[in-house]
């Protein structure tokens, strides 16, 4: 039998529903982490342990570095609960065996980034460094050719040049 199709109204009315809810799932979940004082930087991620490769009870150095307590020791394995974690990767960091635990993290930017070991970890690191001091570079540049073009007064511009060489070239 053929079913009726949804109206304009009733699919409007799915959609802020939805909307609440993730609303709704990101204000208990800023609950539950605020006595951790973790800051919650992702929109949304997953996390997995395989269990295959895992050496399980003689290390647990990923329970340890997790700064939520997002991960246990339980039945035998390492448990997650989902709403305690952040994405931010210190258990892949410390896990002795490569690929093991994948995070797979969306930024509020919508950019995605997967990592399973160390070396994942590092090149996003590196690459947002690079990206950081880009934007400072392009900030300081700005600002040092302004105090230039007012002409005004020497010492803003000295102190602009010094911030500068301060900034990006300090050691
Ligand atoms: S990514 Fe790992 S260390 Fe970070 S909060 Fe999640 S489980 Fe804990
Ligand atoms: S750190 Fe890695 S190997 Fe060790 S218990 Fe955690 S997941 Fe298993």
């Known amino acids: 039998m ?3 199709p949804h109206s304009i109204f009733d699919l409007m009315s799915e959609e802020s529903e939805a909307v609440d809810e993730a609303e709704e799932k990101r204000r208990q979940r800023k609950e ?21 490769t895992c050496v ?28 305690l974690c952040v994405y931010c990767g210190a258990c892949v960091a410390s896990c002795m065996v490569d690929d093991c635990i994948k995070v797979e993290r969306t930024g509020e ?4 980034e997967k990592f399973s070991k160390m070396s994942d970890l590092i090149k996003l690191q590196e690459k947002k460094n690079a990206k950081k001091r880009f934007e400072r570079v392009k900030s300081n540049a700005i600002l040092l050719r302004r105090a230039y073009k007012e002409k005004n007064e020497t010492k803003k511009y000295r102190e602009q040049q010094k911030l500068y060489v301060d900034q990006e070239y300090r050691i």
């Open 2 to 4: 053929p079913t009726k």
């Open 32 to 52: 539950l982490l605020e006595p951790t004082g973790v800051k919650d930087l992702f929109k949304e991620g997953k996390i997995s342990i395989n269990k295959f």
């Open 56 to 83: 399980g009870g003689q290390c647990k150095l990923c329970i340890k570095a997790c700064p939520t307590n997002a991960l246990y020791w339980g039945t035998g394995e390492v448990g997650i609960v989902d709403d």
């Open 109 to 112: 930017d919508g950019k995605v």
